[in-house]
């Protein structure tokens, strides 16, 4: 968890007041589906094309999947809601 200004998001919002921002880190256990023997198989060989243009990520990662809304007054004494902006609940996903 981070305290940072509302400015400080970076969101656009002319504010000095402190926000908890949570967020997802840590690793997740590769799994070994046959979806990710294939997938590391083909890009090993990297022989298709179509693989080789785009940006592939075999495994899993942390991302939020649930989310906390974010309630502040601005410096002009106004107060915004910023919907979806803190990590409530994280899991390994993909």
């Known amino acids: 968890m981070l305290l940072l200004t ?3 998001l970076g969101l656009g919002y002319e504010s000095e007041e402190t926000v908890r921002f949570k967020y997802c880190s840590g690793g997740c256990p590769r799994s070994r589906t046959n979806h990710d023997l294939t997938l590391s198989r083909l890009l090993q060989k990297s022989d298709i094309p179509s693989l080789l243009e785009e940006k592939i990520f075999g495994g899993p ?3 939020p999947t649930h989310y906390e809304d ?5 410096d002009k004494h106004q107060w915004h809601t ?13």
């Open 6 to 8: 509302v400015g400080d």
């Open 61 to 63: 990662c942390c991302r």
């Open 70 to 74: 974010v309630v502040f007054l601005d």
């Open 82 to 94: 910023v919907e979806q902006l803190s990590a409530a609940a994280c899991a390994c996903v993909g």
